[in-house]
């Protein structure tokens, strides 16, 4: 096991009609005059919080405690900088103090970047280009959907709406003061979603599962137990949409699986994700969609050349032996629920490959990847085995 540093101070309201305790806990956690979030930034999605009656909860919750705040909805799948800007100019009009986001990873995500620019005074897009986020407005949560697990990570990103560019960036004082998580609030969720949801958990753990460093039972069997409870759960959710307890386990799986408690003390690999962006980024496909099309391509090459963790994956997780048994398992189960499994379902052709490649921003001399290395002509070679 690696020496690690870990903090995770979010504080978590788990279960029903927990969003009620939005004006409390950002009275609680506020940075404000009187300590109590002076002026917050409501931050949200589409139209689905005001269809659903959270909008109005959440707004009362606020004037109940004599909360001040100021809207910005519009966050997007793959949250985009155009938005990022608005929010922080609002900011540093209205003297905001706090950022309240209610929604998913996208929001959550947007809503961190404004923090971090609100109190910056180049451009935002520095963070997201290599440059430390050490200030940041603190952020509260509440959050809609189980998936990108942003809910109790310190990480965000963001599309550049110009370039087409999909970067992430993270720091300590991103991690969210607080997080209401009500399960019943992923209930209305398409099942599209709950899958592209799902997969996302399960890939956040693969990318600190596969991992060459060794003795690291105590993490191992943690992302196990993550990956076996959303297999478990999330076709119980799928035939029953309203099952609160398949929803609460997904949800908890979703914080567990990203605010690094399974990643710490062994090397993270990372090349999924970053093979996914430029499918999201150019061709708009779902986040948990494009994984479930990227994920399994890559195991198939890089097992190959390392098969150390594959068959512990086969057995542990899928209880089957072999590592080849053990991928097509995990690829039964992702086309039982619903997921693509051709970068063609998103639009993506062979002359594409190219362009996904230098977003990636890998060369035949520089690679990524830390399980198995890869560079420019690995990764065209697992993109052209996902068409």
């Given at each position: 096991m690696l020496?690690?540093?870990?903090?995770?101070?979010?504080y978590f309201e788990f279960g029903?009609?927990?969003?009620?305790?939005?004006?409390?806990?950002?009275?609680?956690?506020?940075?404000?005059?009187?300590?109590a979030g002076a002026k917050?930034?409501?931050?949200?999605?589409g139209g689905s919080i005001k269809k659903s009656g959270l909008y109005d909860r959440v707004i009362a919750s606020l004037k109940e405690s004599g909360i001040a705040f100021?809207?910005?909805?519009?966050?997007?799948?793959?949250?985009?900088?155009?938005?990022?800007?608005?929010?922080?100019?609002?900011?540093?009009?209205?003297?905001?103090?706090?950022?309240?986001?209610?929604?998913g990873g996208s929001a959550i995500?947007?809503?961190?970047?404004?923090?971090?620019?609100?109190?910056?005074?180049?451009?935002?897009?520095?963070?997201?280009?290599?440059?430390?986020?050490?200030?940041?407005?603190?952020?509260?949560?509440?959050?809609?959907?189980?998936?990108?697990?942003?809910?109790?990570?310190?990480?965000?990103?963001?599309t550049n709406d110009k370039t087409q560019e999909k970067r992430g960036c993270g720091g300590e004082v991103l991690r969210p003061t607080f997080a209401i998580l009500n399960p019943e609030l992923t209930q209305t969720l398409p099942p599209y979603q709950t899958s592209a949801g799902s997969t996302d958990i399960i890939v956040h753990v693969l990318e600190r599962y596969f991992s060459n460093t060794k003795e690291v039972e105590v993490t191992d069997r943690l992302c196990e137990a993550m990956l076996k409870t959303v297999i478990y759960e999330t076709p119980r959710a799928l035939e029953n949409p309203?099952?609160?307890?398949?929803?609460?386990?997904?949800?908890?799986?979703?914080?567990?699986?990203?605010?690094?408690?399974?990643?710490?003390?062994?090397?993270?690999?990372?090349?999924?994700?970053?093979?996914?962006?430029?499918?999201?980024?150019?061709?708009?496909?779902?986040?948990?969609?494009?994984?479930?099309?990227?994920?399994?391509?890559?195991?198939?090459?890089?097992?190959?050349?390392?098969?150390?963790?594959?068959?512990?994956?086969?057995?542990r997780v899928w209880d089957?032996?072999?590592?080849?048994?053990?991928?097509?398992?995990?690829?039964?189960?992702?086309?039982?629920?619903?997921m693509p499994s051709s970068m063609k379902e998103f639009g993506v052709r062979?002359?594409?490959?190219?362009k996904l490649i230098e977003h990636v921003g890998v060369g035949e001399e520089k690679t990524f990847g830390s399980y198995v290395k890869l560079n420019a002509s690995d990764t065209e070679e697992i993109y052209k085995s996902a068409l």
């Open positions: 020496n690690f540093s870990f903090c995770s101070p979010t029903k009609g927990t969003e009620k305790e939005a004006g409390a806990l950002v009275k609680r956690f506020g940075t404000g005059a009187s300590g917050i930034l409501l931050h949200y999605g100021v809207e910005l909805g519009g966050a997007q799948p793959n949250p985009v900088s155009s938005l990022v800007y608005e929010g922080i100019e609002l900011c540093r009009k209205e003297n905001v103090d706090f950022i309240l986001a209610v929604g995500d947007s809503a961190k970047a404004i923090a971090a620019g609100a109190v910056y005074d180049g451009d935002f897009w520095d963070f997201f280009c290599g440059k430390g986020v050490e200030e940041a407005l603190p952020v509260g949560v509440i959050l809609t959907i189980a998936a990108a697990g942003s809910e109790g990570s310190v990480n965000s990103v963001i309203d099952n609160y307890e398949a929803r609460a386990n997904i949800m908890w799986a979703g914080m567990v699986a990203h605010n690094n408690l399974c990643g710490v003390g062994r090397e993270q690999d990372w090349v999924s994700h970053g093979m996914e962006h430029p499918l999201s980024a150019f061709f708009n496909a779902t986040h948990g969609a494009g994984l479930a099309v990227i994920c399994p391509a890559w195991m198939k090459f890089v097992s190959k050349i390392n098969p150390f963790k594959f068959e512990q994956f086969a057995e089957v032996k072999g590592v080849d048994e053990g991928i097509a398992a995990f690829e039964k189960f992702l086309k039982a629920i619903g062979e002359e594409d490959i190219p």
